[in-house]
């Protein structure tokens, strides 16, 4: 299967101005200008006056939903393949959160299966928010050597009352597991750190760097944009080397009691001089967003968007002083590096062909590709997940 997007305007994240993109199967095979083809079973696609960037690489989607915190009839439903495709998004990781009980890693991985079946590339995380840690095979190095899907272990919750009020001992024998079972199968091992509101914010990160010999690049916290003291925890953090996630699901709530919109978070942190590699955006995707009253009650409950990614890469690509080069990283190369997906997130010969063509004015998704095969057609989905309508 040979696909041809010509004349389109490429960001790797890198410019590389006007360009054709030549597709074999699952990879993109060139990327230059005027690649001339003859011969029958070549699908072209006209890229003219449009920007093609890499599909989104989304870090932390709850895919088989996530756990309500106001009671059962409060779980979130399931992500759907058209959720992600439909706003760009090629690649999720998927994770647990806090409820370990009724949301469990066998079925967390079906899903990722399930995703990688209908056509996107889709991994995720063994364990929870708790600790000890729930695995698969009883062994958090083991699921990350023997689990296709598994490519580290979170999102552990550390700062949080719903966390298990780890020691650090304990957080640097996860990491120092995660790690080992990342090198030995050529995966991140990455930790994801879910970090909560409590006045601690990342300090037990500093005190597993200090103690011992898990580098900070291990860790990758997220929600760093809760509040903006929190985000100058995450500055620090990023100045001896760690890497920080944003958290772009939202609502007015959260917004009104201190909450940094992403894309002004991403802004925040480049304008202070922190590399975009050390940079990510991800969505929470299904995951709940409660809604109390004064009292502490719940009075609603909305559930995180995976769309929510894209809309807010849009908004960080507005700000002015901000490049367009460094607002697709955020969303593509950066999460990728970090993840140790090193086909994903980026447009090179090689690479997964994960492509987005956007419309350059409004920035109006038009075409997607996952893995080489055209899942939104002119902003309709042509590939649908097997119970969408
Ligand atoms: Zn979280």
Not at 181 to 205: A, D, F, N, R
Not at 258 to 265: H, L, N
Request: charged fraction near 15%; aromatic fraction near 4%.
């Amino acid at each position: 299967m040979i696909t041809l997007i010509t004349n389109v305007d490429v960001y790797a994240p890198r410019a590389l101005g006007v360009c054709d993109i030549l597709i074999a199967g699952n990879r993109i095979m060139a990327i230059e200008p005027g690649i001339t083809l003859s011969g029958e079973h070549i699908t072209r696609l006209d890229g003219n006056g449009m920007i093609a960037m890499p599909g989104l690489v989304d870090s932390l989607v709850h895919i088989t939903g996530g756990g309500g915190e106001g009671g059962f009839h409060t779980r979130t439903p399931e992500m759907n393949l058209t959720d992600a495709t439909l706003h760009g998004v090629t690649t999720v990781i998927g994770a647990l959160g806090t409820d370990a009980t009724t949301r469990t890693l066998p079925e967390l991985i079906a899903k990722a299966y399930g995703l990688r079946n209908e056509g996107i590339s889709a991994y995720c995380y063994t364990g929870s928010y708790h600790y000890p840690v729930r695995t698969v095979t009883g062994d958090i190095t083991d699921d990350i050597m023997l689990t296709g899907p598994v490519i580290g272990v979170g999102e552990v919750a550390i700062a949080d009352h719903r966390s298990s009020q780890l020691s650090a001992s304990e957080l640097a024998r996860i990491a120092s597991q995660a790690r080992v079972g990342g090198m030995l199968s050529g995966k991140g091992g990455i930790v994801s750190i879910h970090t909560g509101e409590s006045p601690y914010q990342l300090s037990l990160l500093h005190e597993v760097t200090d103690s011992s010999d898990i580098p900070a690049s291990q860790f990758y916290p997220t929600h760093i944009n809760r509040s903006q003291s929190l985000m100058e925890a995450g500055k620090r953090w990023c100045e001896r080397g760690g890497r920080i996630d944003v958290t772009t699901s939202t609502n007015a709530q959260f917004i009104a009691e201190g909450e940094i919109p992403a894309a002004e978070s991403i802004a925040w942190f480049l304008g202070q001089g922190v590399d975009v590699h050390q940079l990510t955006m991800s969505s929470d995707g299904n995951a709940s967003l409660p809604v109390f009253d004064n009292n502490g009650r719940l009075t609603g409950l909305e559930v995180g968007k995976v769309g929510s990614l894209y809309q807010s890469f849009r908004d960080l690509a507005a700000i002015r002083d901000v490049s367009l080069s460094d607002a697709i990283a955020s969303v593509t190369l950066s999460p990728a590096d970090i993840l140790g997906l090193h086909n994903k997130g980026r447009l090179q010969p090689n690479a997964d062909a994960d492509i987005v063509l956007i419309d350059p004015a409004t920035r109006d998704i038009q075409h997607v590709f996952a893995n080489g095969v055209q899942m939104v057609d002119n902003q309709q989905a042509r590939v649908k997940g097997t119970f969408e309508a």
